[in-house]
């Protein structure tokens, strides 16, 4: 079955590293999305993609920058991590066309202290 | 941008009760909805979707929603809830720009 699969599950890093959170997808999805979930504020979108070599800015970019290098994969990049960032991260990824549904992924659980 | 309003963050119903989520969206266009629900420490998964069609949408485990035009409203209902219903619940709409946008998302317990 296809799926998409979130690396690690957990981090714990330092205040000021660099950390990358990888997303694989093997439904061969064009569109590939990173959002975060904190309390009271549901899922905002951090960054997009729509396909190889395109990304995109969402709502709360900041201090984050994504790449597509092939169909696959997402990776998430948090240039300094900052306490700020600590958060529950998940990936999605979803068909053409606006009638089609975004599948997700397991979720990253990230601490900065 | 399109904007999705869940008004009641936390709610909690015994088992057998009926459930309905509130869910205003903000966009005058052709819209798609969707209702996610997250187990505790699991992804979302997908309750059900409207693209267009029967404004009454039915999903799993027994839970539909009705799509209400007028009132930009997408709400989602259970007759008899279960213990197992335990759960947040995001609502969320496509408005044809391939992009999702979530609303803040509803924690139901469900007292057995």
């Known amino acids: 079955d296809a799926e998409i699969t979130q690396s690690p599950r957990h981090k714990i890093t330092e205040t000021g590293r660099q950390v990358t959170l990888a997303c694989h997808q093997t439904?061969?999805?064009?569109?590939m999305f990173w959002y975060r979930q904190d309390l009271g504020h549901g899922l905002r979108l951090i960054h997009y993609s729509y396909g190889v070599q395109d990304t995109n800015k969402g709502e709360v970019s900041d201090g984050y920058s994504v790449s597509r290098s092939n169909t696959e994969d997402l990776p998430l990049t948090l240039e300094s991590a900052a306490s700020s960032q600590t958060s529950v991260y998940f990936c999605?990824?979803?068909?053409?066309?606006?009638?089609?549904?975004?599948?997700f992924g397991q979720g990253t659980r990230l601490t900065v202290v | 941008a399109q904007s999705v309003s869940q008004h009641n963050h936390h709610v909690i119903l015994s088992e057998a009760a009926s459930l309905e989520l509130g869910c205003n969206y903000s966009y005058g266009g052709t819209v798609n909805l969707f209702w996610y629900v997250q187990y505790p420490g699991q992804h979302l998964q997908l309750l059900l979707k409207?693209?267009?069609?029967?404004?009454l949408v039915k999903g799993i485990k027994g839970f539909e929603a009705e799509f209400i035009k007028s009132k930009f409203s997408f709400n989602l209902r259970k007759p008899s809830v279960q213990w197992s219903d335990t759960a947040e619940y995001f609502c969320?709409?496509?408005?044809?720009?391939?992009?999702?946008?979530f609303g803040s998302g509803t924690k139901l317990n469900v007292k057995p």
């Open positions: 969320a709409v496509n408005a044809g720009f391939n992009k999702f946008y």
């Open positions: 439904w061969n999805h064009n569109n």
């Open positions: 409207y693209f267009s069609g029967d404004p």
């Open positions: 999605a990824s979803s068909g053409q066309g606006a009638r089609t549904e975004a599948f």
